[in-house]
T-cell receptor, first 111, second 113 residues
């Protein structure tokens, strides 16, 4: 089983739609969780950290379910500029300096 | 202004010809990382430096070496590039302690002919 698993997509949605991505992780003792965004042929950039209580940043909402070991990202009112690959990232316990990346979920927002 | 800078952005080398990729940072972070990313795959950690302490991943081939002469600079040396080493190489930095948020450079895309 992969340490971090994501549906690769692509998710094709019209502008204005709401879309949600899920990610599961295998290490139940993992400490920190993030969503990174990666545009085609560019570097990953931090989108948001994911907190146990859930957190929101504008149109983006992240949730963490420790019992089921999954993380979600909800994007409301999708924009064309949201088209990218969204990487689920986990900081496993005991490896304070390392992150484990999922392969990413590709989102394509269309007119 | 870019805080993690990688040079060159594109590198073409020949099979077996050594190549060096460079990374510099203005964040004064004590941890620096090198990742390899191939198309549609997750970034794969090759190694990282915690200050001057070098940490190699178990499955990183011996063909890959790294140097960190000071806090700001880190180099990736590929001693004898093979066709399978063609990839995007990403440098990242983070501050040790607390939440491990990593900041990436724009990457170097390596082609091997």
């Amino acid at each position: 089983r992969k340490e971090v698993e994501q549906d690769p997509g692509p998710f094709n949605v019209p502008e204005g739609a709401t879309v949600a991505f899920n990610c599961t992780y295998s290490n139940s003792a993992s400490q920190s969780f993030f969503w990174y965004r990666q545009d085609c042929r560019k570097e990953p950039k931090l989108l948001m950290s994911v907190y146990s209580s859930g957190n929101e940043d504008g149109r983006f909402t992240a949730q963490l379910n420790r019992a089921s070991q999954y993380i979600s990202l909800l994007i409301r009112d999708s924009k064309l500029s949201d088209s990218a690959t969204y990487l689920c990232v986990v900081n496993p316990t005991g490896t304070a300096s390392k992150l484990t990346f999922g392969t990413g979920t590709r989102l394509q927002v269309t007119l | 202004d870019a805080m993690v800078i990688q040079n060159p952005r594109y590198q073409v080398t020949q099979f077996g010809k050594p190549v060096t990729l460079s990374c510099s940072q203005t964040l004064n972070h004590n941890v620096m990382y090198w990742y390899q990313q191939k198309s549609s795959q997750a970034p794969k950690l090759l190694f990282h430096y915690y200050d001057k302490d070098f940490n190699n991943e178990a499955d990183t081939p011996d063909n890959f070496q790294s140097r960190r002469p000071n806090t700001s600079f880190c180099f990736l040396d590929i001693r004898s590039p093979g066709l399978g080493d063609a990839a995007m190489y990403l440098c990242a930095t983070s501050r040790a302690g607390g939440v491990n948020i990593q900041y990436f450079g724009a990457g170097t895309r390596l082609s091997v002919l």
